[in-house]
């Protein structure tokens, strides 16, 4: 597509349930990002792909969170067990490697 | 450990002035280094990118950013501001040896019209 998909737009999640968040990277980009964005905050770091594999997940703030790329376009994000905590916007973005990343729309969680 | 600093978390100024968002950022090595923009109820949107070459760098909508080396600084500019440029910026960068990008906190800025 011409841009980063993120399906959906708005989550709105009792706490302790599981969510999956879609990101669809334009075509081509191998590289995929997630990042989470509070309010009033810069956007925060969550895993790195490149490929099908993940490169980097360091930012995943702890194990109920996990994300996926079996084919190397896709991804999706999960929470399990969702916290209060959890509720912001959930950012994806693709890059080529040679230019700057682009963003999509994001996904804005909330718990409740 | 890579930092970025944005010196004003909130900018009001009237339309037709004159605009500078500071950004500096802590990295000893190469850099490439980015100011974001985000429009309210939209997505973060490239405004302009550095990666080598001459230090000032022109963006979309008259927007421009000056690389100083010296003082590890990327600050954005634009000479005369409009409403509809009422957004939060951003600024970020990645290392040469790494992928992520390090965001500043970003800059609400809100232009009277």
């Known amino acids: 597509g011409a841009g980063v998909s993120q399906t959906p737009s708005n989550k709105v999640t009792e706490k302790g349930k599981y969510v999956e968040l879609r990101c669809d990277p334009i075509?081509?980009?191998?590289?995929l990002y997630w990042y989470r964005q509070s309010l009033g905050q810069g956007p925060e770091f969550l895993i790195y792909?490149?490929?099908?594999?993940?490169?980097?997940d360091s930012g995943l703030p702890n194990d109920r969170f996990f994300a996926v790329r079996p084919e190397g376009s896709v991804s999706t994000l999960k929470i399990q067990r969702t916290e209060r905590g959890d509720s912001a916007v959930y950012l994806c973005?693709?890059?080529?490697?040679?230019?700057?990343?682009?963003f999509g729309s994001g996904t804005r969680l909330t718990v409740v | 450990a890579q930092s970025v600093s944005q010196h004003n978390h909130h900018v009001i100024l009237s339309e037709a002035a004159s605009l500078e968002l500071g950004c500096n950022y802590s990295?000893?090595?190469?850099?490439?280094l980015f100011w974001y923009v985000q429009y309210p109820g939209q997505h973060l949107q490239l405004l302009l990118k550095?990666?080598?070459?001459d230090p000032l760098v022109k963006g979309i909508k008259g927007f421009e950013a000056e690389f100083i080396k010296s003082k590890f600084s990327f600050n954005l500019r634009k000479p005369s501001v409009q409403w509809s440029d009422t957004a939060e910026y951003f600024c970020?960068?990645?290392?040469?040896?790494?992928?992520?990008?390090?965001w500043g906190a970003g800059t609400k800025l809100i232009i009277k019209p």
């Open positions: 973005a693709s890059s080529s490697g040679t230019g700057g990343y682009t």
């Open positions: 075509s081509g980009h191998t590289a």
């Open positions: 792909f490149q490929g099908t594999g993940a490169a980097d």
């Open positions: 990295y000893g090595g190469t850099v490439n």
């Open positions: 550095y990666f080598s070459g």
């Open positions: 970020a960068v990645k290392g040469d040896s790494n992928y992520q990008l390090i």
